[in-house]
Each structure stands twice: as C-alpha cells, then as structure tokens.
C-alpha cells in the first residue's frame, strides 16, 4: 500500500463557478488532511463537464497520491463524477442491489416511492467500495488506481463533512505517513512586504541548511506583513521545538516590528497589553468613522479597558465633543497634527481615561489636496507618559485608508506600551 | 484574432491552499468574464510550486480561449508564475527599462530605495505587453500563445481588480462575441432565508415559462437576502428588458423588505435617502462600539448628512455622554428599549441633528441572561416624526451580532424615511 503524502481536491458542479459562490468544502478537508500530515498541493474547480474534468482527473491521479472529489454524485444527469471516474479508469458501472435497497429504505420512511433516476446513485465503478451516506441519498465512493487513492464525495457540506472524517478516522490515517504539518505564525507591522521579506531572507536560508526544513510563506494581510512557518516532523515534540525557536528567531530579527506570534489581528495584542497593564483607553476618531471603536471592541471583554469613543466627523463635532480649538482648526486645519493632539487629549481628560487616542485625515475618494492627498491621516496617542504625533499617507480606496488608519493607531499604541514597559 | 468563448483562472499561492484560506479574487474575475460573454469553466488554485503550475497551464493554454492567473508575481523567489509562464512558452525573460524606472520611482515616492529583489518584477517574456498596476509593484502582463490569450495578474485585490477592469474594457470587449450575461439583484432584509424563497418561488415558475429564461439563485449574504437573476440575451436591450421586469417583479413583491435593486449595502441605500431628504444623523452606539458610524461613513460624502457618533461602551459614558439618567439604566437594566429610546435622544439633542439612533446590547460571549441572552439588542430610531424601538435576538458570534445590529439599525432608520416620505 503507498503511503499518501500529498493530495489533491478537485470540487464538481457548474455553480461553483458562478461569481458568487466558493468552494468552502474544501477547508474543510484541507484541515483534516493537513492533521494527517498530508500537504494539499492542488484545488480544482470544474463545472459539470465531462470533458473538463477528464482532463483535470487525468493529471491527478498520475500527479498526487490522494484525489478527493465532491460533488457531482447526484441522480441526474448533471452528475457525471462516477462516470467519469468509472470510465477514465476503465471500470465497468454495475448496479449494487445493496444500495438499491438502501435508496429505498430512505426514501420508504419519508413515505416516498424512490424516483426511477436515483437508481443512478446506486451504480458502483468495479473494485470501488462504497462509503454510506447518513446523511444524503449520494453514497462515498473508495478506489485504488496505480497506488493513487480517489475518494468521491456528496457535494452538500452535511453531507460531505461527516464522510470525510469517517475515511479520515477510519482510512487515510493508517495510510498517511503520519507527519504532522506544524503551524507558526509572525505577524508584522509597519514595514513594506519587501523589505520585510529581505530582512527575512537570511532566516530561510539558514533553516534550509538544518535537519528538519522549515518552509516559510510571507504573506501581505490586510495592513500586516505575515511570515507563516511550517514544520514537518515526525517527533510532535521536536517539530514544535525547533519551530519555536524559528519563530522567536524571526520575531526577535523584527524587534518590535513584530506585534504577533500567533494568528490574532492587533485589536487583541493591543487589548492583551491593555489588560496586563490596567490601563484604559477612549478614542476620538475623525475619518475612521467609529472604525478603532469597533476594532477594539471585537475583542471579548474589551470593556475591562474601552472606556468610550467620540466620532466627531465634523469641525462643530471637534469643538463641542473634544474641546478642540476652533483657532486650532483655523490654523492648521482639520487633518493636522495639532488637531490629533487635541483630539487624542480631548477625549483622555473627558473620559478620564489612562490614554486617548486621536485619528484624523482624509479616507477619500474627495477631500485631498496637493499637500495632503487623499489617505493622508494625522493619529496622535496620549497617555501618562506623555503625547506623540505622527503623520501618514496611505494608499488605496476609502475603506482601505479606514482600515490601515486604525491598524495604525493600534500599532502606535501598542509601540507606546511597550516602550512604557521598558523603561 | 481568436474570439474568446471560454476562460479558465489559475490563483498561485501556497497560502491558498491552507484551511483558512479562499480565491476570492476568482469571483470579481469570473464577473468580469461574464459581463462579457465569457464563460468560466474552470479554475485551479496551485501552490508555490513550479511543476504544478506548469503542468496545470500546460493543459488550460491548450483547452481555453483565456487564462487568467492570479498571484505569484512578487519580488521573491517563491514567486514562480512570470518564469513558470515566460519557460512554458518558450519566451525568454528580459528586463524592462521603463518598468524598473518605474518601479525606482514609485519606491522614491514614499522615501525609500529599490530593494535589489524588486528587480525581478521588471522581468517581461518575449512577446508580453505590460498591463501597468497604479496600486503596487508587479506589473501585469498580456499574452498571445497559438490562439490562447494568457494574462498574468498580481494577487492582492485592490491591485487585481483595477488591472482587470482596464484589462475588460479596453482589451477583452472586442475579442470576446458571447451572448451576454446581464445580471440583475433584488436585496431584502428582514426575512429569513426559507421565507423569502418561498415567497419567491412563484415567480421563478412563472419566469421559467417564458420566452427569455431567466435563471434565479438566492443567497443569504451577511444580514441580508439575496435574489441574483440572470439573462442570457443576444439581444443586450430586449435582454435588459425582461431582466429589469423581473427586478420590478420581484421587489414589488416584497414591498418594503425589498431594499436594494443594485448591488450596494444598506449603508448606500440609506444614504441616498437621508440625502435626498435633506436630513441629517448622529449615532449612540453601545454594543456596536463604532460599526455603526463607521459603515455610515463607509459612503463618500456621508459628512453631508452623519454629523457624529458616540461609543457610549460603560453605563458612565452613556450618562455623561447622552445624559441618560442613572435611575433608567437601574431599573430597565443598561440592555433595554428605555436606555435605547434615551440614547437616541440623547444623542439627536446633543447633536442637533434630525434623526438619533440609539443602539443598546450584548454582542457576548459573555453578559448573557436568561432574560437577555447575549445577541439581544435594542435598536431606537427617533426623529421629527416621533421615536421607535424595537428589540431583536441576533444569533452567531461577537462580530456578526454587532453587524446584523448595524444592519437592523439602519433598515430601521430606512423604513423610517420610507413611512415619512409616504405620509
């Protein structure tokens, strides 16, 4: 019997191929195959095709040791999964009067007679082994070609899921070489993909020379720079150990660029320090809209720290909510570093809060002029240590400009805590 | 020059094929494609992997009219689509002067210098016309091979969709001849899934019969429901016709409920109507902590008409914020539609605003209650015509509770101006 490594997943149904829909199954058997040990290396997504997926089945099974296919094993004629298998395969369909019987059971105790075309659904390729369905009328299927295993299965996520970890449990785990795939995560901030991709690259290279590889992924979130790391071992232990280390070798390389070890946005890194340090926080928020205030209060019990915050979208707003100085405004203008300032101790004395925090610019796509164009955005941070300003011009669209606006005035309160901690 | 009928979309990127992630760029694609004729009939998602891609592409320039891949052109060595494309092809690669200039400045512009690997992404085949990218550092890039139109763009979707809608329009349009697609949505709010099918179901009878099939897929987006119709009319304006017949239809039936005939939010609906209204808002968010006022103001030139918001998160803030009295909160407890109503009034005073909105809940996990479990939230709208509130249970997690509250609030606030403008 080969031992499975690597597999493909190939999705079956014209739907998935409309530009509303996704093929979310295949999360869910990425996550159960990668417990395994077993990579993912491929997704296909075919409509229902004979041809396409003939072409597509073809490659796989001479290319991965493990082909997993949804969808397509319904009663109509759509459904061309189990013919094509059948026939690339070259093994003959035949009726299963099991499973004939079992169609029939099924649909009896609903008080229905059972359509002539689901008989389709009992029709097995020669040296396949049926996988039951409690769930759905589609019966799984298991076959065995040139050491390449293919698993059909149901298309319906309730009915596909339960499957699956059943030939998970009951199949592939004794057949996979067992060699977890270990996660790590390192989150950055505040620096572009390349130049944190080539303070990076000395890292890669290093792990490339050591007995058990690390393979690493920058990937550009949204406003983050990630470095995901992966650790194949057979020792669980030693895996985790030496990924550890990687992932303190590289944070520690990113200093306090980097603002995560685990696959949490800032909101809870900066909430985290928060709590630790019992300090509490209120914001006045200009173009964000309200943005921070919800970011912040994403995280579960953020009212421990999250005092309240002030959308004062207008210049009226400002004076009247945050005591901002009309002259201030006048003459420096709305997005300012003296207004942000103002913001951020505005709302720190009303709310008598630890810190405020004060975000003010210009999201777009109107508004920017030749001295502060759109995505301009002034963030100020006060706090008992004092008041810091700083300036920047983000890129991108309205809700972008939102987004790297808060995530940046997050940063700069989590650089500001830090630096708290180290004196 | 070949007419394009059919396209396939290849996504490059290890981090695809992980359990947290999607191709979603394949859906803004796949639109795109559509509009103009262009069927999609396949797409595949590979990893860093160069033997993969290559024999996937290997296979797709052969059986497509258009490929489109996505990804995989950054600066770094896991970057393999411009090399894996430009050896398939037999297309030497050769830097592009003009595109290095170009890249230099766009680095020079935010005060940086070039990082030597960005000189990768200047990198062109023999042959490749550039598709220039506003928003970043890798280029696109066009190609024709033996009747196989092959176009190669960056992964990021503010890069992505910009490069392909230039690429539609002024390259696509004129090869593509299929029989349009036009597509038409009708938004409902307020309904559950099954009740809005069901009531929809004659409808798609009655369409079926017709002379233009119209073809109808329900979708429950977050907080709203959905009908996506489409018509398949050589005939673009005969075509529009029935389609928008359709729309009329099936909004009509929903009276009210139905909210939007495009395909924009509630935050856009309600806009326009407090534009067209002259009037103007302030918010009073509790469990929302800001999403409320931050999707309000997710619409350009919403300064017109949101004046400003208060994340009124501790029961002090709400009294010395909104002045809602201690006394109310004491006996109604902070969750209720006595704090709602005082809340949206409070707010509506202070701002001077035409319309308050007062929302009041528990987006949990915890401050759950037998009498209150966590999603229940009070929602007050009050205006020149009087105030209103309503309490509602959200179910799911934090986040989603807090946007199903902001789309209730706002669909209240919409009926709201409905009634108004009816009386």
Known sequence: MTTIRSAEIIAVGSELLTPTRLDTNSLVLTNQLNALGIDVRLKTIVGDSRDDLRGVLSQAVTR????????????????????????????????DGELVARLQTRFA????????????????PAGAEVLPNP??????????????VIVLLPGPPRELTPMFEA????????????????????RVAGQTESHAEQRAKPFYER??????????????????????????????????????????????AFGTDAYATEDRGMEYVVGQALRTSGLTVAVAESCTGGLLGSRLTDVPGSSA??????????????????????????????????????????????AATSIGIGVTGIAGPDGGTADKPVGTVAIAVEGPWGAAV??????????????????????????????????
Chains 1, 2 share one sequence.
């Open 207 to 252: 792990w490339r020379e050591r007995g058990v590889p690390i393979d690493a992924t920058t990937l550009a979130a949204p406003a983050s720079i990630d470095f995901h790391l992966t650790v194949r071992s057979p020792d669980r232990e030693a895996g985790r150990r030496v990924l550890d280390e990687a992932v303190g070798e590289l944070a520690a």
């Open 109 to 124: 105790k609903r008080g229905l007679d059972m359509p002539a075309i689901n008989r389709r659904q009992a029709m097995v």
């Open 390 to 423: 700083r300036t920047r011009t983000f890129p991108g669209g309205r809700e972008q400009v939102k987004f790297f606006a808060t995530q940046a005035a997050m940063d700069d309160l989590r650089r500001a805590l830090l630096q708290r901690r180290g004196q």
């Open 64 to 95: 991965s040791d493990l082909v997993v296919l949804s969808g397509g094993l319904g009663p109509t004629d759509d459904d061309v999964t189990r013919d094509v298998v059948a026939e690339l395969l070259s093994r003959p369909l035949a009726e």
């Open 305 to 350: 720290y999250f005092l309240y915050g002030i959308v004062a979208y207008s210049n009226q707003a400002k004076q009247d909510l945050l005591g901002v100085d009309a002259a201030l405004i006048e003459a420096h203008g709305a997005v300012s570093e003296p207004v942000a300032l103002a913001m951020a101790g505005g709302v720190r004395r009303r």
């Open 135 to 148: 769930n759905g009328t589609a019966p799984g299927l298991w076959l065995e070609h040139k050491g390449c």
């Open 167 to 186: 030939v998970s449990r009951e199949r592939l785990a004794a057949r996979a070489e067992g060699v977890p795939l270990l996660r790590g995560i390192v």
